[in-house]
T-cell receptor, first 111, second 114 residues
Framework: KQEVTQIPAALSVPEGENLVLNCSFT??????LQWFRQDPGKGLTSLLL?????REQTSGRLNASLDKSSGRSTLYIAASQPGDSATYLC??????????FGAGTQVVVTP | DTGVSQDPRHKITKRGQNVTFRCDPISEHNRLYWYRQTLGQGPEFLTYFQNEAQLEKSRLLSDRFSAERPKGSFSTLEIQRTEQGDSAMYLC????????????FGQGTRLTVV
């Protein structure tokens, strides 16, 4: 059974610092990996999708890497802003499209 | 297209009552998923549909839960005889088949059972 772990559970950084969020998974037979953002009491917003054949994906200040062999993905957010404060979730996808989520990393960016 | 829509956004119900939630997926998405999220945890898979066919149900989905997707369009999730442990955020997502794009989520329905 796939298990997804996110460390740290919480992170606080001053504005302008780069953020590094880690995600690990136990079963490397994933179809793809997706990163989401969740604001308090809200649904999930998709940030990046990395196909299993890809090593990384970029969108603006966000960059996500994927290393299937070691069971790891990392989300980098450059030059953090207070508006980046949220919970970030990673999820692996199986061949049926089902998502297996980590518990998330709660990020606070202080002005 | 306005994305995945869920209704209601919030529901407070008394223990023992039945509740029904609705999800309208992105129109061209043939896959629809239901997840449940409790405080401080990531969402957990409940069930999913490909068009109108319900293809898998999690063991989390007790016999008090039922989901439908008539005609492969919107979906409903019903909980009968609600219990306090059912209090959670219920999230709906839709997607194209795996490999053809990402999953998109609605804003969720927050259920509180008192």
């Amino acid at each position: 059974k796939q298990e997804v772990t996110q460390i740290p559970a919480a992170l606080s950084v001053p504005e302008g610092e780069n953020l590094v969020l880690n995600c690990s998974f136990t079963d490397s037979a994933i179809y793809n990996l997706q990163w989401f953002r969740q604001d308090p009491g809200k649904g999930l917003t998709s940030l990046l999708l990395i196909q299993s054949s890809q090593r990384e994906q970029t969108s603006g200040r966000l960059n996500a890497s994927l290393d299937k062999s070691s069971g790891r993905s990392t989300l980098y957010i450059a030059a953090s802003q207070p508006g980046d404060s949220a919970t970030y979730l990673c999820a692996s996808t199986d061949s049926w499209g089902k998502l297996q989520f980590g518990a998330g990393t709660q990020v606070v960016v202080t002005p | 297209d306005t994305g995945v829509s869920q209704d209601p956004r919030h529901k407070i119900t008394k223990r023992g009552q039945n509740v029904t939630f609705r999800c309208d997926p992105i129109s061209e998405h043939n896959r629809l998923y239901w997840y449940r999220q409790t405080l401080g945890q990531g969402p957990e898979f409940l069930t999913y549909f490909q068009n109108e066919a319900q293809l898998e149900k999690s063991r989390l989905l007790s016999d008090r839960f039922s989901a439908e997707r008539p005609k492969g369009s919107f979906s409903t999730l019903e909980i009968q005889r609600t219990e306090q442990g059912d209090s959670a955020m219920y999230l709906c997502a839709s997607s194209l088949p795996p490999g053809q794009g990402e999953a998109f989520f609605g804003q969720g329905t927050r259920l509180t059972v008192v």
